[in-house]
């Protein structure tokens, strides 16, 4: 079947695909959205399992703060208005075998007093990293994606170099260490061992966690409540209000293209669609190699997919706990003093959270409970299709639940419901590759990428572009969704509109 056109199709109804879909609506532009799924979100997800709803995505959500960094872009996609944040005093806790505990609190002061206390050894390099975070709370987390950096001269670098001067010496200071070269610094052997992990994974660039603290300090990294998947509904509902239409269960088989120029999709089922402009906000690998069939790609962008960049895949085991959990602090990574194989390698440390402080998560008196920990895609992808990938999963989940009942008594007479998410589970219901759950990881060797930002275009191809967390290094909800936001704002200067936004 052969559809009439419209000017944009957006491939995708991820964040990035539904926050564009919502500035091209606003821009006077006729769009629709084709996602694989049946639901809206793509990785900011959650799934229900037996009255449990167990949460896939937003830990903190940069912009939660009004008058802070990005907090606009929610108002203009509707996400915030009547919605309420959860803001955490402390980040994360990290237990080490012998008892010892380091609590990464938001206030700066707070986490130096506790930090000092644990090693008035390294009292000097407390003092500098403390100081610095209270630095951080007046730098603009958004300036990176205020513009499109297609559109960006000498001039607008600039002006962006000057906003950043006041803070080049914080910057300077701390931007060679990634958070496991930080622990290195410290003299104390808990300190080294749980700093590394203070941030998640230890390959981060350090400013990166400074810069999350000193939001969280600022009220403007909050949880919202309702989860990740009541989100992105949010913006799926601001983008129908504002005249969009939505596809669901519509995977697309194919770009089509027409003497260089991007003019259309086909289908799985055959049908094709028209449009003026083909955006995709899908995984980078399979719109690069499969709907474009490659031809499009440089020695560059199949660099990008060799594999020598790393990305995060991970195992999520989410429990739901006949247990009210909410007198626990609220995320835990235990370190090991033996380590366990899970998925053939071994791992150190576990990363334990529950959602009690989101109600509507779970029924009255019991808990979500989750853990958390990186796997190889490589180790899941060998055994898939083949019984021993169920049976590894209820292997996995079981070790990791002898792990819990070590840590909190008696919870494994308490689990009602286990679901285990592995990255074949990502990348079956998002289509990422590698099961990755923010594109390329962030870490020393990609921020320069995030910095610079990943061509948007491809050479050769007219009408086509590209959003999202393959060409944002690092992902993150509010960086995907500037993506989306910024391409829009790209193609109204093309078309010599003025870009436009509006709240509901």
């Avoid at 049946?38 to 959650?46: E, I, S, V």
């Avoid at 009547?82 to 609590?103: A, Q, Y």
């Avoid at 919870?411 to 759950?437: F, M």
Wanted: glycine fraction near 8%; hydrophobic fraction near 35%.
């Amino acid at each position: 079947m052969t559809n009439s056109s419209t000017d944009i199709i957006f491939i995708g109804a991820g964040i990035a695909g539904l926050a564009a879909g919502c500035y091209a609506q606003m821009n006077g532009y006729r769009t629709e959205i084709f996602e694989l799924h049946n639901q809206p979100g793509g990785l900011c997800t959650a799934w229900e399992r037996n009255g449990y709803t167990f949460d896939g995505c937003i830990h903190y959500l940069f912009g939660s703060a009004p008058g802070q960094p990005f907090h606009n872009l929610w108002q203009e996609l509707g996400t915030i208005q009547d919605r309420s944040f959860v803001h955490h005093d402390e980040l994360i806790r990290l237990t080490g075998p012998e008892g010892k505990t380091l609590i990464v609190y938001s206030d700066p002061d707070r986490l130096r007093e506790h930090l000092i206390a644990l090693s008035p050894c390294d009292r000097e390099l407390i003092h500098a990293f403390c100081n610095d975070i209270l630095a951080f709370r007046h730098f603009d987390l958004s300036l990176l994606q205020q513009q499109p950096k297609a559109l960006m001269g000498p001039i607008d670098w600039a002006k962006l170099g000057r906003k950043t001067l006041p803070f080049l010496s914080p910057m300077i200071r701390w931007g060679r260490y990634s958070a496991q070269d930080f622990g290195k610094r410290f003299k104390d052997p808990f300190l080294r061992q749980a700093i590394p992990q203070m941030f998640s994974w230890p390959s981060i660039p350090l400013i990166v966690g400074m810069s999350l603290l000193a939001a969280m300090h600022n009220k403007n990294a909050g949880y919202p409540l309702g989860g990740s998947l009541v989100f992105a509904r949010a913006i799926e509902q601001r983008y129908r209000a504002l005249g969009g239409t939505i596809h669901y269960s519509a995977q697309v088989e194919r770009i089509l293209v027409k003497r260089d120029r991007a003019i259309g999709i086909r289908l799985y089922n055959n049908d094709e669609y028209f449009a003026h402009r083909i955006i995709s906000a899908c995984d980078g690998r399979n719109t690069l190699f499969d709907l474009l069939d490659g031809r499009y790609t440089t020695r560059c962008t199949k660099r990008f997919y060799d594999g020598h960049l790393p990305i995060h895949s991970q195992l999520q085991v989410s429990l739901g706990v006949n247990r009210d959990c909410s007198d626990h602090p609220h995320w835990v990574t235990h370190l090991l003093d033996q380590p366990i194989t899970i998925a053939g390698e071994k791992q150190y440390e576990i990363s334990v959270k529950h959602y009690c402080f989101d109600p509507s998560l779970a029924p009255t008196g019991k808990s979500v409970m989750i853990v958390m920990m990186n796997t190889p895609n490589s180790y899941w992808q060998r055994i898939y299709g083949r019984s021993a990938y169920a049976a590894e999963e209820i292997q996995e989940s079981s070790i990791l639940i002898d792990q819990l009942e070590r840590i909190y008594p008696g919870i494994k007479a308490d689990i009602e419901c286990v679901d285990v998410a592995t990255p074949l589970s990502y990348e079956r219901y998002t289509g990422n590759w590698q099961g990755s759950s923010c594109g390329w990881l962030l870490t020393k060797r990609t921020m320069p990428l995030m910095i610079g930002g990943l061509p948007k275009t491809l050479p050769g191809l007219a009408h086509f572009y590209q959003i999202g967390q393959w060409v944002e290094p690092g992902g993150s909800v509010p960086i995907v969704a500037m993506s989306g936001r910024n391409i829009i704002q790209q193609i109204c200067h093309e078309d010599r509109r003025i870009f436009a936004t509006t709240s509901p």
